[in-house]
């Protein structure tokens, strides 16, 4: 019996379609790939160095290490003033913190109201290596406002104190020298002041008057 005559099979031909689909997506990685590349080559997904003012808001520290406003050794993360108190003192004992006071280089104004303060009791004294005394009646001037008017009268016992000290240094012979009370004036001011700056942190007295001024 002869064979029978086996069919032959006949291979299909291969879409046209897919072979554009694989053509394009050979084509789409190519210049994605293409493009990463590039990107990658121009440095554009380095990160960039922050700025001067960001790295001061993230808290970076500066090439000593110890970045700014860093806390202090005591490890409490304030920054502690001379004497580790957290707070600045003052000569005196006064906080630095307190109510401002005037500087006499800068007054609060350009224009100036002059003021006067006579100082209620007399000054008596005896003169250096003399029987013979001195007694004074002295008024001060200031071109600052009431604060200093009112440190006088606070202070007053200790400004006599020191106001005496520097009269009784005269002598019989200072009286006859032409300045002699305009360098007795300047002397009496500038004690004032010495005291007032060391209790106030500013003293403000600029001239001194003598309203009474006898020696007998």
Do not use: C, W
Request: proline share 6%; glycine share 10%.
């Amino acid at each position: 019996m002869a064979d029978a005559a086996t069919p032959e099979v006949e291979e299909k031909p291969k879409k046209p379609l897919v072979k554009i689909i694989l053509a394009v997506l050979a084509l789409v990685l190519l210049v994605a790939g293409t493009m990463v590349g590039t990107l990658f080559i121009t440095g554009f997904f380095n990160k960039p160095a922050p700025t001067a003012e960001e790295a001061m808001t993230d808290g970076a520290a500066p090439a000593d290490g110890h970045g700014a406003g860093a806390p202090a050794a005591d490890g409490h993360g304030e920054k502690k003033a001379e004497g580790g108190h957290g707070e600045k003192k003052a000569e005196g004992g006064k906080d630095a913190g307190g109510p401002p006071k005037l500087n006499k280089k800068s007054p609060d104004s350009p224009r100036f109201e002059y003021t006067y303060s006579q100082l209620e009791r007399e000054f008596l004294v005896n003169l250096a290596g003399s029987r013979k005394v001195m007694s004074v009646q002295i008024a001060l001037m200031t071109r600052y406002d009431e604060r200093v008017v009112e440190n006088v009268k606070k202070h007053e016992f200790a400004l006599r104190s020191v106001v005496m000290d520097a009269m009784r240094l005269t002598t019989e012979a200072d009286l006859s020298k032409p300045d002699f009370r305009k360098e007795l004036g300047i002397k009496i001011r500038d004690a004032m002041n010495t005291l007032l700056e060391k209790y106030e942190d500013f003293g403000g007295i600029e001239e001194i008057y003598f309203t009474s001024f006898i020696v007998q």
